[in-house]
């Protein structure tokens, strides 16, 4: 190894474990403002439902609702390190998901184009861990938002950052209503390879709209109770993108698919007549052209979708469709031929962005 290399590592080295625990201010999750919630955490658990609802849903949507898909702290502070620690309370990865993807917190700096996304180390054990070093900003405080597991439950959650520095949460939320997304895995996340890649966060820094991630793995089936409670949100648009979960393989049917999303769009409809509702056809499997029984499956949710649209729209004003074409996927988007990779998750974005900017307009 030559000189200037192995000095070259020695400084990175040194660079990146210039602050230890001791020397950070460290602020528990508590002390923030948790974006992209509908849940005020009255009970004290950072979940998506409160714990009112715990005896009204099934145990599976309950569990799922402890991941906290799509939330995400704002901080403001000039400091060139940040320091991230949690302790899981779930599996930390899946076979067709990593680590990072499941359980890794993502962290993005706003600048005046947009954002940029900060490298992290990290480290994922009995306590997760991630270390944000050698940020060279311009002079002066930055925002930053810091991006929650997809797929993990948390506990112990804290930031750092040293003593010598600003640090303030950002609590002031927007004055704008949420777009609320209720769907299934691929509204939760999977199988992005970091918290930032899920098309739901993708959409929340491209609008200046809250987005709520209500998607529930294996889970997002229309269920009266969930509809309930997230209409007595004042929404900016409802999101209906649960055709995924409507298969065979989730004990569930074509039939009941047209029950429950046209059941859905009626409640809303009823309580929120103003509020425009997208519902989103099935995006497809990888497989389609190559296992039939695949193509079928998803084709015949799409004509319910479809039938339920053209059905109702009569009946409702502010009633939009987002078809398979429009998401645009491709057998380059998947990573086990029915979650969408990053790429995936890019399409996905832009078809949600471009629908929502007609209906919000």
């Keep these: 190894m030559s000189k200037g290399l192995l000095c070259l590592i020695l400084s990175t080295t040194l660079l990146s474990a210039q602050y230890k625990?001791?020397?950070?201010?460290?602020?528990?999750?508590?002390?923030f403002n948790v974006f992209g919630s509908l849940n005020t955490f009255e009970d004290g658990k950072i979940r998506?439902?409160?714990?009112?609802?715990?005896?009204?849903l099934r145990v599976p949507l309950w569990k799922l609702s402890e991941n906290t898909a799509g939330f995400y702290l704002k901080l403001k502070?000039?400091?060139?390190?940040?320091?991230?620690?949690?302790?899981?309370?779930?599996?930390?990865?899946?076979?067709h998901m990593p680590a990072t993807g499941v359980s890794g917190v993502d962290l993005y700096v706003k600048t005046k184009d947009g954002f940029n996304w900060v490298r992290?180390?990290?480290?994922?054990?009995?306590?997760?861990?991630y270390s944000f070093s050698n940020m060279e900003l311009s002079e002066g405080k930055h925002e930053f938002w810091l991006y929650l597991p997809l797929f993990q439950s948390i506990?112990?959650?804290?930031?750092?950052?040293?003593?010598?520095?600003?640090?303030?949460?950002?609590?002031?939320?927007?004055?704008?209503?949420?777009?609320?997304?209720?769907?299934?895995?691929?509204?939760?996340?999977?199988c992005a390879s970091r918290a930032g890649m899920a098309w739901s966060n993708i959409l929340g820094r491209k609008t200046p709209y809250p987005v709520v991630n209500m998607g529930f793995s294996g889970n997002g089936r229309l269920e009266p109770t969930v509809i309930d409670y997230i209409s007595k949100v004042k929404a900016s648009v409802f999101v209906?993108?649960?055709?995924?979960?409507?298969?065979?393989?989730?004990?569930?049917?074509?039939?009941?698919?047209?029950?429950?999303?046209?059941?859905?769009?009626t409640f809303l409809k009823r309580r929120h007549p103003e509020t425009p509702i997208l519902i989103v056809q099935h995006a497809g499997y990888a497989d389609g052209a190559i296992q039939k029984h695949r193509l079928v499956t998803y084709s015949v949710l799409n004509k319910v979708t479809q039938a339920v649209y053209l059905e109702l729209k009569s009946t409702y004003d502010g009633l939009?469709?987002?078809t398979k074409d429009q998401i645009g996927l491709t057998s380059e988007s998947f990573v086990d031929g029915t979650h969408p990779n990053d790429h995936g998750m890019i399409q996905y974005a832009k078809a949600y962005k471009e629908a929502l900017d007609q209906i919000l307009r």
């Design 21 to 31: 625990d001791m020397e950070l201010n460290w602020k528990s999750i508590a002390d």
């Design 77 to 95: 502070t000039n400091a060139p390190f940040i320091k991230v620690q949690y302790r899981p309370l779930g599996e930390l990865s899946f076979p």
């Design 240 to 265: 209906l993108d649960c055709m995924a979960n409507f298969t065979s393989g989730q004990n569930m049917n074509p039939n009941l698919a047209h029950e429950r999303l046209k059941a859905s769009i």
């Design 48 to 56: 998506r439902f409160p714990d009112s609802l715990q005896q009204k």
């Design 155 to 190: 506990a112990d959650f804290k930031v750092g950052i040293p003593k010598d520095y600003s640090f303030e949460p950002i609590v002031e939320s927007s004055n704008l209503d949420p777009i609320i997304v209720y769907g299934t895995s691929i509204a939760q996340g999977a």
């Design 320 to 322: 939009y469709i987002l």
């Design 120 to 129: 992290g180390n990290y480290n994922f054990s009995q306590t997760v861990s």
